[in-house]
C-alpha cells in the first residue's frame, strides 16, 4: 500500500484499522520478512529445480 498505491501512514492505517503510529512498524516488519524471503531464493549461480523459482528469479 505505502510504495505500490503510494498511500499515506494515515490512509494505510485508516485501511486496516489501527493506529498512525503502528504502520510504520509493520511496513518495518514486513520489509525485513521480504528481505529473509529473497535472501533464500537461489542466486543466478545456484541450480533450481523448481521451474517457477527460476522465472521469478
Known sequence: MF???????EQIARSLQ????A???KLDRVRR???NI???LPTDDDSCSDP????IS
Not at 510504495?3 to 501512514?9: D, F, T, V
Open 23 to 25: 504502520v510504520g512498524p
Open 33 to 35: 520478512r521480504l528481505k
Open 38 to 40: 529473497l535472501a533464500a
Open 3 to 9: 510504495y505500490r498505491e503510494q498511500r499515506s501512514y
Open 18 to 21: 489501527i493506529s498512525a503510529n
Open 52 to 55: 517457477f523459482l527460476n522465472l
